[in-house]
């Protein structure tokens, strides 16, 4: 487990540490303000980000410009470099893409130069056109490597030191976990310990991307993929985080037809210790919550749990109710049912067989639909 020896010191080293409270308010920006920081007192730490960047000195540092955390450009020239950086949080194609397609409209004809990635774990999709990634601690390293030469004074040397060595132990832990958890979601218990230094969330991110892409080189992810593309659907898979838990989804979904009929999403929800089976159809109807579950219980995806002895699909639940819902906004109204269980073997393994099972049986589902209209 995680909450070993090596961990627990870890955990108290950034417990006791004053910069590392001062990080908690938002991790991300204290990080990237630090870098934005380095680089007006010595635009020399540019090569830590771009090795072989030759932008026109003097720079000029923008933060959260655009929602971009750092651009960085000549004060004179118009190429730009962007730095993402996505410590506690999970990066995303579509954003990097829209960085640089911003920077191309923009009126001042403002180039986008190339765009730098950082993050503790790789990305799970091939970057965009003029994206690179570099590791986290990587980028210390770099900044503890340029520190001695450059221009800062003897005070904020040994502070960007202390910063530096600060910034490896939280990594080093991150890495501890990830190691010590191996190919599976992680339990309440297993992440209780980084709850002290508001460090669970991470771990929660990082698990479920690691099974987003688990599930999406099974065998069976691109055979299923083909085959609901005979009736107009798509296979998706993202991960994502809400109410402090990892969540995967990966559903048939097709949502824009024509015929309301098609207009549907079926699948499989991992959120924190459930799985759920799921169903979605757009609409406002009042009723429309019930005739979702009453329409996939008669093709035989929802059960009848058994709510005395709590079970469903022969396995333990907490449902108080038949099934659950969420509902959509006013601008996209939709009915999401679902019933689950809790997970018993938390292993990618055994979490990807159950899924496997349950998207074939969602893909007769969708047969049937489309046969009938």
Known sequence: MASNLDSQELIKELKNSALYAMSLGSKELFHTNFWAWLLEQDDGFLKVFFPSANLQRPLAVFREQGNRDLTIRSREGLDALVVENKLKSLPR?????????????NPKKVHFGGGLLVSVVPPSFNLPQGWSYLPFGQVIDRIASFVPESKLSSEDKALTLRYCTESKTLCDLLAAYDVNLGPKM??????????????????????????????????????YQQEARKWGYELYCWPGFSDKRGIVDIRFEKLLSENPKMNIAIGVQIQGDQYRRIAQRCGQQADLTQKVFDEFKEKGWFLTPDLEHKTWKDQQTSM?????????????????????????????????????????????????ISDNL
């Open 93 to 105: 194609e579509e954003q990097l893409k829209g960085y640089a397609e911003e920077l191309g409209d």
């Open 186 to 223: 992680p339990t309440w218990e297993e992440v209780l310990p980084l709850e002290e230094i508001r460090l669970s969330d991470i771990v929660h991110k990082f698990k479920a991307d690691q099974l987003a892409q688990y599930l999406q080189k099974e065998p069976w992810y691109s055979l």
């Open 320 to 368: 108080s109710k038949t099934f659950g819902k969420y509902d959509g906004r006013p601008d996209y109204p939709y009915r999401f049912v679902y019933q689950y269980h809790f997970l018993q073997d938390y292993s990618f393994a055994a979490i990807a067989a159950e899924v496997e099972s349950d998207l074939k049986l969602s893909l007769s589902i969708l047969q049937r």
